[in-house]
């Protein structure tokens, strides 16, 4: 649905190094980077998460989910994202009141927004 969102940072290289750690179990690359901001994306995708550097970042919590295409996926973001300095909002796990088979993991990243990751696929 959408093209890009862009993410206003305080530490942009904090930023950039948590995203690309957190989100690299689900294929996410650098695919732009300058001295104002960077942009990363899936490379078999065209909506993209930018990362602008700014005085006044975004104010949390600003909830930001992405689709993992297996279960796995969303153990390794959660397992990568804390190793990156996240903070834990919540192991992997099936969150029945979303759907049956919504299984998801929560951080808290650099700037406090909440980042998830969720598989909707039947146990992967």
């Known amino acids: 649905m959408f093209d890009h969102v862009v993410l206003?940072?305080?530490?942009?290289?904090?930023?950039r190094?948590?995203?690309?750690?957190?989100?690299?179990?689900?294929?996410?690359?650098?695919?732009?980077?300058?001295p104002q901001g960077v942009e990363l994306c899936r490379l078999d995708s065209v909506s993209s998460l930018c990362l602008r550097r700014d005085a006044t970042p975004t104010t949390p919590p600003l909830h930001l989910a992405f689709t993992a295409q297996t279960r796995a996926q969303v153990?390794?973001?959660h397992r990568l994202a804390l190793a990156a300095g996240g903070r834990d909002h919540g192991a992997p796990g099936l969150?029945?009141?979303?759907?049956?088979?919504?299984?998801?993991?929560?951080v808290?990243?650099?700037?406090?927004?909440?980042?998830?990751?969720?598989?909707?696929?039947?146990d992967t």
Do not use: K, M
Not at 95 to 106: I, K, M, S
């Open 17 to 34: 190094d948590f995203f690309l750690r957190a989100l690299e179990p689900l294929g996410v690359a650098l695919v732009a980077d300058g």
């Open 75 to 77: 153990q390794a973001f």
């Open 108 to 122: 808290i990243g650099p700037d406090g927004h909440n980042v998830e990751v969720v598989c909707h696929a039947a």
């Open 8 to 15: 206003s940072v305080s530490d942009l290289a904090a930023a």
């Open 95 to 106: 969150r029945p009141v979303y759907g049956p088979t919504y299984y998801a993991a929560f």
